[in-house]
């Protein structure tokens, strides 16, 4: 049961559909997640690239990106575990939209190759990684939150993210190379 | 014959497959791609992001980002076209790898839901748009450049470059809109 509840918390934050547009400032609306009192990052829109990826499975079609501020980069960029205090770092999750005007060229371009591009549609929802060793000492060192145009999630939800992450605990917990 | 070099030409480009680590700074070697004369922008790894996408058809199986420079980055979040000169767009295309570490992950707190994890893997090439409408009037006002494991590709590639990019005309020649 409590698996269950997990899971469809999780199900839920995957796939909640959101055309959350932050303010050019990225700052969001002040409401802290739960647990961890996280709030939106001012600025993390123009943070600086760690990777990206994409996911699939059933409905769930995403592209992502991983940011980083400036502390977090630092470390990824020079391979340094653990990370610092006051690394943060942000996973924005998009829908993922079969772009038609980019196959018509590519159709053009590559004629017979069949590509297909997909591109960055609605946003799912930005998560967010906050180093601090000491204050979430119980979580690994980690504060974890998740926003859906711009409203944290519920607490349920945020019992889920570290237990997620603690598989990845070799590598202080985040899953995200940097990509070179 | 003239299209069939073309497409040729351009797979090449689209699969060429290296893994390309810029140094820290993103100074590249400094030879110039042909016709346009660009050089790796310094530092472009570090610029801010525009948005990400993923390619797929046949054995092309790409992640993707866009980059900007601070230039291009204030004419994407302003909506401002055409894009004034100086701008630089960088197009970072990596081979993608189905992570097992993150699938395995998904699997235990998504079950069921069958999701698949497409990390960044090697790199495939580096791509640039430079903005200086005056010299480069005869393409629309943008230079390209395609490096591939740091070294630029030859005049045919780049000669591929511009006929692809013009059914965005209207979009001043540029593909990617902003990720929000």
Not at 55 to 64: E, H, I, T
Not at 134 to 156: C, I, M, R
């Amino acid at each position: 049961m409590k698996r269950t509840v997990f899971a469809l918390v999780a199900i839920a934050a995957l796939t909640g559909v959101a055309a959350y547009m932050p303010p050019a400032s990225g700052q969001g609306d002040g409401e802290a997640a739960p647990i961890y009192g996280i709030k939106i990052p001012e600025g993390y829109r123009d943070w600086r690239l760690i990777s990206v990826n994409h996911l699939a499975g059933g409905s769930v079609k995403q592209v992502r990106a991983q940011l980083g501020n400036d502390i977090a980069i630092k470390a990824f960029q020079e391979g340094k575990l653990p990370f610092p205090d006051g690394a943060i770092i942000a996973a924005l999750h998009w829908n993922e939209s079969l772009s038609n005007e980019n196959n018509k060229v590519l159709a053009d371009g590559f004629p017979g190759a069949g590509l297909e591009s997909f591109v960055a549609g609605s946003a799912v929802n930005v998560q967010f990684m906050v180093k601090n060793a000491e204050k979430y000492a119980a979580s690994g060192g980690w504060g974890y939150a998740d926003f859906t145009n711009g409203k944290p999630g519920n607490e349920a939800l945020h019992k889920t993210c570290f237990p997620c992450h603690e598989p990845a605990k070799d590598r202080d917990y985040v899953f995200t190379r940097y990509a070179r």
